[in-house]
């Protein structure tokens, strides 16, 4: 009998690699939608305060960091899903942003400042979340 050879066989060795993060990845994805739930939080915590205190702060100042907030919330924050529930609310917020609450006593004045704040905070966030939809409605489906 003839003896078999023995064949020396090479073993490759698995491939490890590091998660790559494309633009499609689900990890920034989650860190844009975290960065997004965060400046909506400061938008809301910057209106409130500012309307508090609209007397001390810049009114330019904050309007211009409510805007640049409310950017950030649209493009980070906002999925094609919630494009009409979050367009709903921030019409009713705008809306709420111009109502006459001055003649209420006492807070009034600082309840008008509030909602005047919320809705600089949210018509560019709108703006972009409404230009988004159009886009998608105008996409060659």
Do not use: C, W
Not at 72 to 85: A, D, L, P, Q, R
Not at 105 to 134: D, M, Q, S, T
């Amino acid at each position: 009998m003839a003896k078999k050879k023995k064949v020396a066989r090479a073993v490759s060795a698995p491939v490890v690699s590091a998660p790559v993060t494309s633009p499609a990845s689900p990890a920034l994805k989650t860190y844009e939608r975290n960065l997004g739930h965060l400046a909506f939080i400061a938008g809301v915590i910057v209106a409130i305060i500012a309307g508090i205190s609209s007397s001390i702060l810049e009114e330019h100042v904050v309007t211009l960091v409510l805007v640049v907030l409310g950017l950030v919330v649209g493009f980070m924050n906002i999925t094609s899903e919630e494009y009409t529930g979050f367009l709903v609310a921030a019409i009713a917020l705008m809306v709420a942003g111009v109502a006459d609450v001055l003649s209420i006593p006492y807070v009034g004045e600082i309840l008008n400042n509030i909602l005047r704040n919320i809705a600089k905070f949210v018509a560019p966030a709108a703006l972009v979340v409404a230009l988004k939809a159009v886009k998608k409605l105008a996409e060659y489906q």
